[in-house]
């Protein structure tokens, strides 16, 4: 008799798993609360650090998506049972889904840039997110960013939401700093005269070819870096905002006035995966990401048998992480699944 | 009128909107190496100016950068153009040439500074 996976989560984590573990014989049942899969992966326009379209990532998971995966979108679970090694997972709507195994890649949430109050969001006009940004450069790539704006002056801010422990955030979000440059450069391909600063703390380029973006950045783009924390930024009569940051390199107060202002939110852990790991008694870190069994050995075990993490659901990570998580993790299924419980 | 003797402080602060940022972008129009700093300051850490007075090559730079230009003359008389900032910079930024321009540049721009 075949064996049973069900994953919880549709975005990259949880359709890679599927895939990989569909592709090695096993039956895969995918549970997405949303109306379609491809999780956070759908809001993002170009990718850093090569700035592949984002639909080319989402093309190759979702041919991963053939018929011997059953899928229930907008599926919401309600509770999750254990009985002799069997999980069964009961949605809302009354429907029950049982397997031998279960995956969690339920992902991450995006910091509420509204908490750091100090910047204005939700309050000024020009004070935007990351997030945001991707947003308008799928929808409107043609158009100026800043049409009707005489925009001269962008400026990014690195670490909304992470290393703050005022936000209850301690982490880094590990990719916010790339996320930042790749956006530099894009707004200055759209705006060759605007000048665009990121105010940093540190800039943790620490992947493969980022430091080369870092670099890149400065010699090609012009793009200008001062390190410090925005305390504050306040919004002018005419809506440009007016920023405040100790230029920590020089040890004085600077001041600026920037057309465009963008947060660079971080990663905060969903509620929703809180609440899966509820059901079944797993545990979180400091951090409040979930953990594994051992972060060093079994990175996608729990010690509930049975019962299997991928993806972001663990922690800041990129897509090409999240991918090779996701193959980690349906190996590791797939052997509990022929030999049991190592 | 009365004194009190209370004067006006002045502000510490790098007013960027204000500054004038004519020269660095001259100096990085001449020499665009001046972008890729890092501001690692291993420069600075190697200048023999800087064991002697209170000069920062690195400094300096960084505060070009932000406009602003005070006691820049008297600054870079400092610098004995040995080259030992460029030699250890591991971006290989010629902070020299920067000096030898910001010199070139205060007489042409003629630059009040
Ligand atoms: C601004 C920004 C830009 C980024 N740009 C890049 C980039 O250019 N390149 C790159 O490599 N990485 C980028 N990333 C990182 C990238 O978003 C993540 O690596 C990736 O989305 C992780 O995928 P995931 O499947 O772990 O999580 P998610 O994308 O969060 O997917 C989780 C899925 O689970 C579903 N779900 C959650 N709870 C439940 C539940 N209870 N029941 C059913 N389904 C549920 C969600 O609806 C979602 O579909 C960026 C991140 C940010 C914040
Ligand atoms: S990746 Fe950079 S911007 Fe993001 S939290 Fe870490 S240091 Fe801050
Ligand atoms: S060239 Fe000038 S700044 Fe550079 S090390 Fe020599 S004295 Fe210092
Ligand atoms: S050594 Fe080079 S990179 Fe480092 S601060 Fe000096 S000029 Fe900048």
């Known amino acids: 008799m075949s064996k049973t996976a069900i994953i919880i989560g549709g975005g990259v984590a949880g359709m890679e798993t599927a895939g990989q573990l569909n592709r090695l014989g096993i039956e895969v049942v995918l549970i997405e609360k949303q109306a379609s899969l491809g999780g956070h992966l759908k809001n993002w326009d170009r990718l850093f650090p090569d700035r592949r379209e984002s639909q080319e990532v989402f093309d190759y998971l979702e041919k991963g998506m053939n018929d011997g995966i059953s899928l229930y979108l907008n599926a919401t679970i309600s509770d999750i049972r254990e009985a002799g090694g069997k999980f069964t997972v009961i949605l809302e709507d009354g429907r029950e889904l049982s397997s031998d195994a279960l995956v969690l890649a339920t992902g991450y949430d995006l910091f509420d840039a509204r908490k750091k109050e100090e910047y204005g969001f939700g309050i000024y006009d020009n004070v935007i997110t990351s997030a945001e940004l991707e947003e308008f450069f799928r929808n409107n790539k043609q158009k100026n960013l800043f049409e009707g704006v005489q925009s001269k002056r962008v400026g990014i801010v690195h670490c909304v939401g992470s290393r703050d422990e005022k936000v209850g955030n301690l982490y880094c979000s590990k990719l916010c700093c790339v996320t930042g440059v790749k956006q530099a450069i894009e707004i200055r391909e759209l705006m060759p005269d605007a000048e665009i600063f990121c105010f940093y703390m540190d800039l943790r380029m620490f992947d493969r070819h980022f430091e080369e973006m870092y670099y890149e950045a400065q010699e090609k783009w012009g793009i200008r870096f001062i390190r410090g924390r925005l305390s504050e930024a306040a919004e002018n009569p005419d809506h440009t905002i007016l920023v405040k940051v100790e230029d920590t390199l020089t040890g004085l107060p600077l001041k600026m006035k920037v057309d465009l202002l963008i947060l660079l939110v971080g990663f905060v852990p969903s509620p929703e995966t809180k609440r899966l790991a509820g059901m079944l008694g797993l545990k979180e870190g400091d951090d409040r990401f979930l953990c594994p069994s051992d972060e060093h050995l079994l990175p996608n075990s729990t010690d509930h048998p049975g019962v299997f993490l991928a993806g972001t659901l663990k922690g800041p990570a990129s897509i090409a992480a999240t991918i090779v998580d996701a193959r980690a993790a349906a190996l590791q299924v797939a052997e509990y699944l022929v030999n049991g419980e190592r | ?113």
């Open chain 2, 1 to 113: 009128m009365k004194s009190f003797g209370y004067t006006i402080t002045k502000d510490r602060q790098i007013d960027y909107d204000a500054n004038d940022r004519r020269l660095i972008e001259y100096v990085e129009g001449i020499e665009p190496s001046i972008r890729i700093c890092m501001e690692c300051g291993s420069c600075s850490a190697t200048c023999t100016a800087g064991h002697f007075t209170d000069f920062s090559i690195r400094r300096l730079h960084t505060l070009l950068q932000r406009g602003e230009t005070l006691h820049l003359r008297k600054e870079i008389e400092k610098c004995m153009l040995c080259g030992k900032c460029q030699l250890v910079c591991p971006r290989g930024v010629n902070l020299r040439n920067l000096i030898l321009i910001i010199h070139q540049a205060l007489d042409k721009l003629h630059h009040d500074l």
